[in-house]
């Protein structure tokens, strides 16, 4: 684990100075890897530190990618995590050293804003089909009773014996 990448070094902020972050970081330190949510690829952070008043600012762009259930069949679903303007902040007094390392400030905002449902193909899954045929009308349902002039499937049609 590159521990180095969440270091802030506070002395560096004196003056107003802005610290570009720029950092990719192995899932695993989220810690969250379950049937319900995992993260199974890298996540990039990139943004800047800067203090403000009596606080630190960390304020990042975040991607990465979710794995999920999906919602109607339960196949896990990749999706996207693209968060934008994400801030995070810590009170400078509360700090003991001049080193802060923001791993578990961005673990818990990242998974704050996990994706809460999923569905697979984009909002097509397969199964999604067979739900709403079972909701249909009977009259409508498939039926492949081989009435004559029927185009569908006919599978007994040229079976001769
Ligand atoms: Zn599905």
């Not at 259930?69 to 339960?74: A, D, G, L, R, T």
């Not at 400078?92 to 400030?105: A, N, T, V, Y």
């Given at each position: ?28 330190f989220l810690e ?107 009259s409508q349902a ?20």
């Amino acid at each position: 684990m590159n521990i180095e990448g969440f270091k802030i070094y506070i002395d560096r902020l004196h003056d107003g100075n802005i610290e570009t972050i720029q950092e990719t970081f192995n899932p695993a330190f989220l810690e969250q890897d379950t049937e319900d949510l995992a993260y199974r690829k890298d996540v990039t952070i990139a943004g800047e530190t800067y203090t403000a008043e009596s606080e630190l600012i960390i304020h990042l762009n975040v991607q990465t990618e979710a794995i999920l259930p999906c919602k109607i069949c339960n196949q896990p679903v990749n999706v996207p995590v693209d968060l934008k303007r994400l801030y995070l902040v810590k009170s400078l007094e509360k700090m003991k050293s001049g080193i802060f390392i923001f791993k578990d400030l961005l673990r818990e905002a990242i998974l704050l804003e996990a994706p809460s449902f999923a569905e697979c193909l984009g909002g097509n899954c397969p199964e999604r089909k067979t739900v709403s045929e079972f909701l249909a009308d009977p009259s409508q349902a498939k039926n492949n009773d081989g009435e004559p002039g029927d185009e569908g499937y006919q599978p007994f049609a040229n079976l001769e014996l």
